[in-house]
């Protein structure tokens, strides 16, 4: 099996991770947390101490890094990756990040020869865990096959959305929809509890009604609709607030980029950094829930 360096061992990496471990997949995992690394190294996993030692041998190289500085930082520059790995290898970036950036990345790799994939992924932690991931791909249709059998150990559906940056095109899309849909089922939440309603009474009616949508189906925001939902759970664990603003401000660049009006992706935008201005960044990006309850 392929020797394979996974940098970014955060809330998606590392489930990402086990999958592709389970799957026989032979991994040296570097993360800057020390306890992410040790955890897939008790799996199975080689630890390495940095990036540069995860990707020695390494045919191919994932990360699943916070944002596009993060991706930058790793892999551009005289001490980065891409001037250390050689020709040939296959790169698959997962994090989201700017459509100009994952460019960025993918001409410096084509100066290269190295084959890179820009690959966000859509589907939440349990989506990581169940290895049923969406992936929305950005890059050659051949290193596209060349990943496929590695994608498929930790997702099901796998997109060719087009061209280098087109996964992250695609990607701030379906984000900023899953943002405006998560504010939406929060302020509808609030006001039913408000007028009477028992939430879990609520949240049913609205799934199974023309008003259904992904929050309600996996990731209700009111504390104890549902039991694994990190609404019940603190709001803990998840898809941090702090990045669905990253996304929301992402896809307003690229509204910029093409002149296109996206009013509901700018409300968006608003609420969640109103959300950081309390504090709440760290937390689930359901935790938008408390800005409607009174
Ligand atoms: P996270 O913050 O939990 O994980 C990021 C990890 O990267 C952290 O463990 C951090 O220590 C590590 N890291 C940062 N810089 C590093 C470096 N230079 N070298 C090695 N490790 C480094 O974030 P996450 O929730 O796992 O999200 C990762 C990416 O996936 C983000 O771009 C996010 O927008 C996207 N995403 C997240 C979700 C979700 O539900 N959490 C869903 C889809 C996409």
Request: net charge negative; glycine share 12%; with cysteine.
């Amino acid at each position: 099996m392929t020797q394979t360096a996974f940098i970014g061992l955060g809330h998606m990496g590392l489930p990402m991770a086990r999958n592709l471990l389970r799957a026989g997949y032979p991994l040296k995992v570097f993360d800057l947390v020390r306890s992410a690394v040790d955890t897939l190294a008790g799996e199975g996993a080689v630890a390495a101490d940095s990036a540069a030692d995860a990707i020695d041998q390494a045919k191919v190289v994932i990360s699943m890094l916070p944002a596009s500085r993060h991706v930058e930082g790793l892999y551009l520059g005289d001490d980065g990756l891409l001037a250390r790995l050689p020709a040939g290898t296959l790169v698959i970036e997962c994090s989201t990040i700017a459509p100009e950036s994952a460019r960025k990345v993918h001409a410096a790799a084509r100066e290269r020869g190295i084959a890179l994939l820009d690959a966000p992924v859509s589907g939440g932690t349990g989506g990581a865990a169940a290895g049923t991931l969406t992936f929305m791909v950005g890059g050659e249709a051949q290193t596209l096959e060349k990943a496929r059998p590695m994608l498929a150990a930790m997702g099901t559906n796998i997109f060719h959305a087009g061209p280098e940056g087109a996964g992250q095109v695609a990607k701030v899309c379906n984000n900023q929809v899953l943002a405006v849909q998560m504010i939406a089922t929060a302020e509808a939440m609030a006001m039913g509890v408000a007028n009477g309603l028992e939430p879990a009474v609520l949240a049913e009616i609205m799934r199974q009604s023309s008003g259904g949508n992904w929050t309600l189906e996996k990731y209700n925001p009111w504390p104890g609709v549902m039991e694994n939902a990190p609404a019940s759970k603190g709001y803990s664990g998840g898809f941090m607030a702090e990045l669905m603003a990253k996304d929301l401000g992402l896809a307003q660049e690229t509204a910029s980029h093409s002149g296109n009006s996206t009013p509901m992706g700018a409300l968006a935008l608003q609420l969640y950094r109103l959300l950081l201005k309390q504090g709440k960044g760290k937390q689930d990006f359901s935790v938008v829930q408390q800005l409607f309850v009174q």
